[in-house]
């Protein structure tokens, strides 16, 4: 999906949300943000993150229908794209304040559709607060690649084991894996980008 058809989306998301204006919403406990990244063609010289994009951000259950219905299945994308829905005033970068001391819990996909089945039931738990430790999260990233794509749920504070564990058996449990799935501490892999080992699993 390069620059132009971002976009397009963008409008066909913004037209979309306004006809939900004026009807009845159903407010959110808090505002999320989608946010798009097209890696496929970087531009000698960028820093990383120079291509992320803002698309919309959202507070009710219809706009994030509306958006979800018109744009969002990351199986579309084309490969080295990511999705990204983070709480609002977070940005998906390592450096955002409430990521900095984070890390992630990973799974991988090798078929599109579970992929997007995978990537639904996540954004559904999370405006749906359905963690117990919600105030933990800060997002969920589709990373679509040539051979294997990849989901990833990003925590606030990688170091208190026991609330990423829970956060851990309760994503398995929403997405349905039965696979196990590890947590990287955003340092580690900053340090490290062969380091592929989690230090927690579930």
């Given amino acids: ?3 132009v058809e971002v976009a397009a989306s963008q409008e066909a998301a913004a037209a979309a949300v306004a006809e939900t204006k ?5 407010r959110l406990e808090r505002k999320w943000a989608f946010w798009f990244d097209n890696q496929s063609k970087p531009k000698q010289g960028a820093a990383w ?16 229908w509306c958006l979800y219905d018109q744009i969002f299945r990351p199986s579309k ?8 829905m983070f709480k609002a005033g977070v940005e998906p970068k390592w450096e955002d304040p409430e990521c900095a001391n984070g890390g992630k819990w ?12 995978m990537w639904l039931e996540t954004l559904m738990a999370l405006i749906g607060e359905q963690f117990d430790e919600s105030d933990e999260i800060c997002g969920v990233v589709a990373s679509v690649r040539q051979r294997q794509d990849k989901l990833a749920l990003w925590t606030k504070t990688a170091s208190n084991e026991a609330v990423q564990v829970s956060i851990g058996r309760k994503w398995k449990e929403i997405i ?4 196990k799935i590890v947590y990287s501490f955003h340092d580690d892999s900053r340090r490290d980008k062969s380091n592929r080992s989690g230090r927690y699993s579930v």
């Fill in 49 to 64: 993150g120079s291509s992320l994009r803002k698309i919309y951000t959202f507070d009710t259950v219809e706009e994030f």
């Fill in 1 to 3: 999906m390069a620059e």
């Fill in 77 to 84: 994308l084309v490969a080295n794209a990511d999705f990204h």
């Fill in 106 to 117: 990973s799974v991988t996909s090798t078929r599109k559709a579970n992929l997007d089945t």
């Fill in 22 to 26: 004026g009807k009845e919403q159903h």
């Fill in 176 to 179: 349905d894996v039965q696979d």
